[in-house]
């Protein structure tokens, strides 16, 4: 079925929402849709069955098959093809149907010419509507794309249905369905991806219906067994096959398990138990009270954990009413919505079923974020009030590039956002087209286009972009998804790993950046104001120099040899960085008088990201062997406003001109000592086609970017020519206004630059 070369379901779409417009009966317009889909998809028959009250499938309407048996054809759920797609809501793709077991041969319909067939359910949340069908009269196999396209015109056809613009709904025994406007939500983008599909809600809650005990022996008798199953399931999790869980993903169920044996956790539940309440209100009570407390901290990375605690509570509680997985009803390709959701929640589910995941409490750093991005989910996160708004079986469009949620989208959206995925899908392999090509401009400037990493997860990225290295691993990551410190060994490990990953390609191990939003769960105790201006990074390692002497260690050892290059954040002052050289001097001592290998050349460099750093930069360069910008923090500090804080964060432009003039005295300054190839920029802006394209036209020739932006910036850079653009920066360096973006936007699309990003 050549649908997905000619245009695809797109196309199909639009023609689909022309018949939905017309002022024709239902019965006209379903005949038209079946000609118009069997046409598209070059099947000689299409059908659609819709489920009538007392569990009947009933022929609506056919192209290929008998008119005379619509209407008149009835099958009950489970029997022939037809039943078994709507019993299993799963779509059923036979070369050769009439050998298949649960073939049933309905004379009236004219049916047995046919031998392939491909029947999709037409569902709408965890509810069948009925059934959609192509056939065809050669044993032929329908491929994956076509299957696909099948399953995205049953979608659109269940949102018509449920609309019930097409058939009155009393007549389909499909109860409380109501037409609903579309909404469209902003949120954060965690996990980059564009996927279409039904709303599932997770409801993990499971309600309480008795409080008090009414005998507590028994009562901390069923805690036990709940307690030991939960254990039990935990410990099959990690051991699954099926789950097959590696990397980032078992770090994040290992620290959950650690949670799930606390013995502190079990000894406030037998209290609480003890003190008269039924096992599942004391996990209740007891998960109220670590609620109040971590909220009571105002630490953010203990907020993050608590989704981890209510997770197991959840599960807790479901083991104590007998175990029932909350995710046998998830119907393939959902959309899961949810308020909150843990990371084991989200394993449960299995990584084959989800289309995409929509977090209302989810952020960057939390663990859900993590096994998302390792099971590849498109997953948006910090966007309140969608759970509310979505219904069961809403139609949703989640374009996890840009952080936007369509829910009930229009058929025009729908074909929009067909043709943004096949857009994507287009420049993704452009990229790839450019992957093992250096990113050089046109007039010839070869820019260092390096990634950011922190995980093992992010690995495997380095060679699949074509980065040139990693200009900035960023290690805290590591300390914070364990619950313990990781000690020297398990350091030493993980480092090794990660040189052995990159193969030949320079990476920057950055020493422990934690403080701030980053705080591990063994991490702060004392309550700070300010976490981000407070005790963190660099602050930290020299109040506390053996963290910072053990790190290097297992850098050191790791290196086996190699170059080693070390970069320390947040630095305030040049005699900060010099002190903290000092303490890599002492490990580069120790190894040597040990006799360990050491590195073949020892590079020890600084982010700037204090403001206060810019006023010392002739110092800072005589001293230091490179020097990275990190624009989050730098930019944060620079405008007084908090990158973490939705309402301010995205206040100022990264492109205002006061930070053209920021960049350009950095680049200035090392001009002037001849060390423009020490510099390099590795915040978020370095990222982004537009803002790279202008730190190039300041003289910034290295940049550190996250994997997903390899491509989009490599492809700006080899469209770029600098001599047209060098002036034009210059030029609107000096210019008033509190932006240049549209300048230069202006200037990237006059010169044909190529700026667009994947979103
Ligand atoms: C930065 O501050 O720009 C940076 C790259 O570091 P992080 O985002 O880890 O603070
Ligand atoms: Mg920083």
Redesign the pocket.
């Known amino acids: 079925m050549p649908s997905s070369h000619a245009g695809g379901p797109r196309v199909l779409l639009r023609r689909l929402r022309e018949i939905m417009a017309e002022q024709a009966s239902a019965q006209t317009r379903l005949n038209k849709l079946v000609s118009v889909i069997a046409a598209n998809m070059v099947a000689e028959v299409c059908s659609i069955y819709l489920q009538r009250a007392g569990d009947t499938l009933e022929l609506f309407a056919t192209e290929g098959l008998n008119r005379e048996a619509v209407h008149r054809t009835r099958l009950k759920r489970g029997e022939g093809l037809v039943g078994l797609v709507a019993q299993d809501a799963a779509p059923l793709n036979l070369t050769n149907a009439p050998e298949h077991p649960n073939f049933s041969y309905r004379p009236e319909t004219g049916e047995d010419p046919f031998r392939s067939f491909l029947g999709v359910p037409i569902v709408r949340g965890d509810r069948v509507f009925g059934v959609l069908t192509v056939q065809n009269k050669t044993a032929r196999q329908y491929d994956e794309e076509e299957e696909e396209a099948l399953l995205t015109i049953s979608m659109v056809l269940a949102e018509i249905v449920a609309q019930g613009s097409l058939i009155d709904l009393a007549e389909l025994d499909q109860p409380g369905m109501s037409p609903h406007r579309p909404a469209l939500f902003h949120g954060e983008a965690l996990a980059e991806g564009l996927s279409i599909g039904a709303v599932f809600h997770h409801e993990p809650r499971v309600k309480v219906e008795r409080m008090i005990a009414d005998d507590p022996v028994v009562e901390l008798q069923r805690l036990e067994d709940a307690l030991l199953s939960l254990r039990a399931s935990v410990d099959a999790m990690l051991d699954s096959t099926e789950l097959d869980l590696a990397g980032d993903t078992r770090e994040v169920i290992e620290a959950y398990r650690l949670f799930a044996h606390d013995q502190g956790w079990r000894t406030r539940l037998r209290d609480a138990v003890r003190a008269g309440l039924t096992a599942e209100a004391a996990v209740e009570r007891v998960q109220d009270e670590t609620r109040m407390r971590i909220n009571r901290t105002n630490d953010p990375y203990l907020r993050e954990r608590l989704h981890d605690f209510d997770d197991l509570a959840r599960r807790l509680v479901r083991h104590l009413a007998g175990g029932v997985a909350h995710s046998q009803s998830l119907p393939v390709g959902a959309v899961v919505v949810a308020r909150a959701m843990g990371p084991a929640e989200l394993l449960d589910y299995g990584r084959n079923k989800i289309a995409a995941l929509v977090v209302e409490e989810a952020t960057g750093t939390s663990h859900i974020a993590i096994v998302a991005r390792s099971l590849g989910l498109p997953l948006v996160g910090g966007i309140l009030g969608i759970a509310d708004a979505a219904r069961h079986g809403d139609i949703a469009v989640v374009d996890a590039d840009s952080g936007e949620v369509h829910l009930r989208p229009v058929p025009d959206m729908l074909s929009a956002f067909e043709a943004k995925k096949a857009l994507r899908a287009q420049r993704v392999a452009r990229y790839a087209t450019i992957r093992d090509e250096p990113a050089i401009t046109r007039d010839g400037l070869r820019i260092t286009l390096n990634m950011?990493a922190g995980l093992l997860v992010d690995l495997p990225h380095v060679v699949e972009s074509g980065a040139d290295g990693i200009g900035?691993f960023?290690t805290e990551l590591q300390f914070m998804i364990g619950s313990t410190m990781p000690r020297l060994k398990d350091q030493t490990d993980f480092y090794r790993e990660v040189f052995r990953s990159v193969g030949d390609r320079p990476i920057v191990f950055r020493t422990l950046?934690l403080g701030?939003d980053k705080v591990p769960s063994y991490g702060r105790t004392v309550r700070e104001e300010n976490p981000a201006l407070g005790w963190r990074a660099i602050r930290i390692a020299l109040d506390r120099p053996a963290l910072l002497r053990y790190q290097v260690r297992a850098l050191i050892a790791a290196a086996e040899g190699r170059p080693l290059k070390i970069l320390l954040?947040m630095i305030s002052e040049v005699s900060e960085f010099e002190t903290a050289k000092m303490q890599i001097g002492r490990e580069m001592d120790r190894a040597r008088s040990k006799g360990a290998p050491l590195p073949a050349k020892l590079d020890i460099g600084t982010?700037v990201?204090v403001p206060s750093l810019l006023f010392e930069l002739p110092q800072l360069l005589a001293t230091a062997d490179f020097i990275s910008i990190?624009?989050?923090?730098?930019l944060q500090f620079v405008f007084a406003a908090d990158r973490t804080n939705p309402a301010v964060a995205r206040r100022y432009d990264s492109l205002s001109p006061a930070v053209l003039s920021l960049i350009r005295h950095v680049v200035t300054t090392a001009a002037s000592m001849k060390r423009v190839d020490a510099i390099s920029v590795?915040?978020?802006m370095a990222g982004r086609p537009l803002e790279a394209m202008a730190l190039i036209g300041m003289g910034i020739t290295g940049l550190s970017v996250q994997a997903a932006s390899i491509g989009p910036v490599k492809m700006m850079i080899r469209s770029l020519d600098t001599r047209a653009l060098k002036p034009e920066v210059t030029r609107l360096t000096s210019m008033p206004g509190s932006s240049a973006r549209v300048a230069l936007a202006a200037f990237a699309a006059e010169n044909d630059v190529q700026v667009d990003r994947l979103g």
């Open positions: 950011n900035l960023r950046d701030g954040p982010m990201e990190g624009s989050n923090d730098l590795c915040g978020e």
